[in-house]
């Protein structure tokens, strides 16, 4: 109970900002409008398949998740500077307690973003079908590795250093590395090797297999992705609470 109620006090703070709020959600959907005008604009013979809307919106579903590590980082981040964090530590709520009460509320935000882009998506041509229902599951569940991210980084660092790293590095990271603008097989080299090791591109592939139905080829990938997350999980619980302990007892 006492999870819940953290929880949807953190939905609270996070509505207490629109701006950013609707910029998450905003944001993915201008892209897809826009990519999307683009990619009917191109003649026939072109033969592009990069804007095509099969492709381009699981890779938008995915890059929508990632503004939950900067809402989480922030959110935790002004949390333990403000001494609000310190005042429920002497609680009976553990680390994990408080890591699982950040998470909750990001993972309703992934659902809601995730539901939104798919569905607009319709209107440039997505297949409307039982499958957007799995793939926004898929999504929810890849989205745990930019929370868990975004609470490492809310551990240990102020809530401007969390905006540059998880609102300027990881979004462009995940964006350019995951296939979402640029196809895995026009990246040529070490890159290649670099985004085929990264969870960014296995998150977006889990999420195209789910909207086509290939359920037996999303293991593979929502696999990587989900060790990644046990770790990245793990080290937030990890930092957070040792964070936590030493300015308990400085």
Known sequence: ???????????????????????????????????????????????????????LAPGLAMFGSVFMALFAGMLLSKDRTSSFLMRLFTSPMTAPDF????????????????????????????????????????????????????????????DKAVGGVCGALLTNVAGWLSGVFIPVDLIGGPLKIITNILPFYHSVKAIREALSGNSHNILPHLAIVTGYTVVIFALAIIVFNRKMNGEKDS
Do not use: C, H, W
């Open 99 to 158: 890591i699982l009460g950040y998470t909750l509320p990001m993972m309703v935000m992934t659902i809601a973003q995730a539901t939104i882009t798919l569905l607009v998506a319709g209107a440039f041509g997505l297949e409307m079908n039982i499958n957007i229902i799995f793939a926004v599951i898929i999504t929810a569940l890849t989205s745990s590795i930019f929370v868990g991210t975004g609470l490492f980084f809310g551990s240990i660092l102020n």
């Open 1 to 55: 109970m006492r999870i819940f109620l953290f929880a949807k006090r953190n939905i609270k703070e996070i509505l207490r900002d629109p701006v950013n709020f609707f910029f998450s959600l905003g944001f993915p959907l201008a892209l897809l409008i826009l990519l999307s005008i683009i990619n009917n604009s191109m003649p026939a013979e072109a033969k592009n398949t990069m804007f095509q809307i099969k492709n």
